[in-house]
């Protein structure tokens, strides 16, 4: 019984689209309401106002849903005055058929397109989150192996030739390593790679100041300002800087923005020494994706609680 009901509740709206749009696309020919100048009154043009009439009156359901109307929607309520309200909708609809027609295809359009464009901002919205979850995630595992590091005694941190000779494979490998298509993937294995290479550096108290002559490569870069937020001392900074104007990495730079801030934090940073790095933070910008911008930002906060000014 309820089936029938809604069948017949469809039934008398599309009799009223017909219907009302049929009238209406007559009246429009015949008073030229919203009709094309200089055209004849013959039965070809009657017949096409008509059609025009009709399909205006079957957009009336996707026009009240772009108002948010709920005319048509709770057939509970909707009663014989709804029927006259639905039917004067048509009807109008029909009489300025081309320009109605015209209108919601464009609305249509323009939905469309801001759809599309919300689409595209959730999806990067979801990758800067993944990015920025990867990113936590590593930094939290870097403050672990942090920790681990301050509780090894400094005089048992002693030269191991085979440790050198390794952490050389991994930086002649990096660029191998670290070519992999996924993104996030490809931040993870650089942030594995860089731990290990800059926990090798601290726990052999290699000189710093030789890899980097010795070895002047992206993989000696990363691992060399992984050793700084490791172990931070007294020759990070000058390291640190040398990195910056080295490198174009955008990965490299994060590591070495997470330098800096951890530097300032150890009390490591002068007034002075905050304004040269204020300078080379800024060029960091060239270039830089959202997240390192984001990063750069959080790191020019950190300076200014050392120079006010900045």
């Not at 009302?20 to 055209?39: I, M, Q, R, V, Y």
């Not at 090798?200 to 992984?226: F, Q, T």
């Not at 002075?272 to 910008?285: G, K, P, T």
Request: glycine content about 4%.
């Amino acid at each position: 019984m309820s089936n029938c009901q809604i069948d017949f509740h469809i039934l008398t709206l599309v009799i009223i689209m017909i219907v009302s749009g049929a009238f209406g696309g007559f009246l429009n020919w015949l008073h030229n309401f919203d009709t094309s100048k200089n055209e004849q009154k013959n039965k070809f043009v009657k017949s096409k106002y008509i059609l025009l009439g009709i399909g205006s009156s079957f957009l009336v359901p996707v026009f009240l849903k772009m108002i948010a109307s709920d005319l048509i929607n709770n057939k509970d309520k909707f009663d014989n005055n709804s029927y006259l309200i639905f039917a004067g909708f048509c009807l109008i609809a029909a009489i300025f058929s081309r320009r109605f027609i015209n209108t919601i295809g464009e609305k249509i359009l323009e939905a469309a397109k801001k759809a599309e464009i919300t689409a595209k901002e959730n999806e990067q919205q979801i990758e800067t989150t993944k990015r920025e979850l990867t990113s936590t995630q590593e930094r939290i595992e870097d403050v672990k192996l942090a920790v681990d590091l301050k509780s090894v005694e400094q005089t048992s941190l002693q030269k191991d030739d085979k440790q050198q000779e390794l952490l050389i494979d991994l930086v002649d490998s990096y660029i191998k390593r670290t070519t992999i298509e996924d993104y996030t993937e490809r931040l993870k294995v650089k942030a594995e790679l860089g731990r290990k290479m800059g926990q090798i550096i601290v726990r052999n108290s290699l000189s710093k100041e030789d890899l980097l002559r010795d070895h002047p490569k992206e993989g000696m870069y990363l691992a060399l300002a992984y050793s700084v937020q490791l172990r931070p001392d007294n020759e990070s900074l000058v390291i640190l800087n040398q990195l910056a104007k080295l490198t174009s990495q955008l990965y490299i730079r994060y590591v070495i923005l997470i330098g800096y801030r951890t530097l300032t934090s150890s009390g490591f940073i002068s007034k002075s020494q905050a304004r040269d790095i204020y300078n080379i933070v800024l060029d960091f910008r060239h270039g830089a994706d959202n997240s390192l911008l984001r990063h750069i930002e959080d790191t020019i906060n950190m300076l200014r609680f050392i120079e006010p000014e900045l």
